[in-house]
């Protein structure tokens, strides 16, 4: 069974770096064809894609927030870490880890971290 | 990126009526398009992805068409766990992957 658990503060304030990490079970990011994805969601807005990382260390971001993301994986504690730096009021989301299979012409996000919520405010 | 439009934003639907939700993607995205559900309070889940396969333990009511730029979710008969908000989502070649602004199905 997979499964994926964010963690991270609840409280930062502006201009500070935010680090979450996702800590998951039931796969490997060793594995071919497997990738992990942060997705964030604004209170009441719909889903934001971030960053991805795949089995091979190749990594994805959006291009709207690329200068300020960093995703990295620890396969030997199998966390995956997403860094934002400069965060500010309108980073307050939820944000969830996501596995992905990524086959050879479809990929999808098929098991979902709860998230964890995080607020911006000085 | 590619821009993916739902409608209608909100749907007033009885317990048991037939439900259609379209998205449209800017540009083709052939059958690289997937749909979640997402409840409050929870994480979304995988519906439908391919366009039209349903993911491990979906309910046969669920039922995905189209591709290129016009898509269509599909539940045959509402249960009442089926309120919820969907997203579409294109996955076409790598990243950026992006979603939907969501259609909210509400009991009427």
């Known amino acids: 069974q997979i499964t994926l658990k964010e963690s991270g503060p609840t409280l930062v304030k502006p201009t500070q770096t935010l680090t979450l990490t996702c800590t998951f079970s039931?796969?490997?990011?060793?594995?071919?064809?497997?990738?992990v994805d942060w997705i964030r969601q604004s209170p009441g807005k719909a889903l934001e894609w971030l960053a991805f990382?795949?089995?091979?260390?190749?990594?994805h971001y959006s291009p709207s927030l690329k200068s300020r993301l960093t995703i990295t994986k620890d396969t030997s504690k199998n966390q995956v870490v997403l860094t934002m730096t400069n965060i500010d009021p309108a980073d307050t989301a939820t944000y969830y880890c996501?596995?992905?299979?990524?086959?050879?012409?479809?990929?999808?996000?098929?098991?979902w971290g709860r998230g964890t919520t995080v607020s911006v405010s000085s | 990126d590619i821009v993916m439009t739902q409608s209608p934003a909100t749907l007033s639907v009885s317990p048991g009526q037939r439900v259609t939700l379209s998205c449209r993607a800017s540009?083709?995205?052939?059958?690289?398009l997937a749909w979640f559900q997402q409840k409050p309070g929870q994480a979304p889940r995988l519906l439908i992805y391919?366009?039209?396969t349903r993911a491990s333990g979906i309910p046969a009511r669920f039922s995905g068409s189209g591709s290129g730029t016009e898509f269509t979710l599909t539940i045959s008969s509402l249960q009442s766990e089926d309120f919820a908000v969907y997203y579409c989502?294109?996955?076409?070649?790598?990243?950026?992957?992006?979603f939907g602004q969501g259609t909210k199905v509400e009991i009427k």
């Open positions: 540009q083709s995205v052939t059958t690289h």
């Open positions: 989502q294109q996955y076409n070649g790598w990243p950026p992957w992006t």
């Open positions: 990382i795949y089995w091979d260390d190749e990594k």
């Open positions: 996501v596995h992905m299979v990524v086959g050879p012409s479809h990929y999808y996000m098929d098991v």
């Open positions: 039931g796969f490997s990011l060793t594995t071919y064809g497997v990738g």
């Open positions: 391919a366009a039209s």
